[in-house]
């Protein structure tokens, strides 16, 4: 999956789980939910007044982005907030970003 050869190639599942992960980075609205977080965790009402999105969309794409493990959830009092679990996720959006802004 890059220009030098790593010490194996991924097994068949291995290669399902990185697909599964690009299918979910795939959905623009998890992009900007994604893009929201990167600032600093939120509620899900602060990500809907971010996205412009409705409270029960916004609450689906965070389940599906929280059961692949790319955002965290933190109980504060009476507040859910929403982070970022793996810096890499964010590294990859900023890396095609680039990769775009250059063609």
Do not use: W
């Amino acid at each position: 999956m890059s220009n030098t050869k790593s010490t194996r190639d991924l097994t068949d599942a291995e290669l399902e789980k990185v697909a599964g992960q690009f299918r979910l980075l795939s959905e623009p609205m998890r992009l900007k939910i994604l893009q929201a977080l990167c600032v600093k965790p939120l509620t899900v009402g602060e990500i809907v007044a971010a996205t412009g999105a409705t409270q029960s969309n916004v609450s689906k794409h965070l389940s599906l982005l929280a059961s692949a493990s790319l955002i965290k959830r933190n109980k504060d009092g009476q507040f859910v907030y929403y982070g970022i679990s793996n810096p890499l996720t964010l590294k990859l959006c900023e890396l095609v970003h680039k990769e775009l802004l250059n063609q």
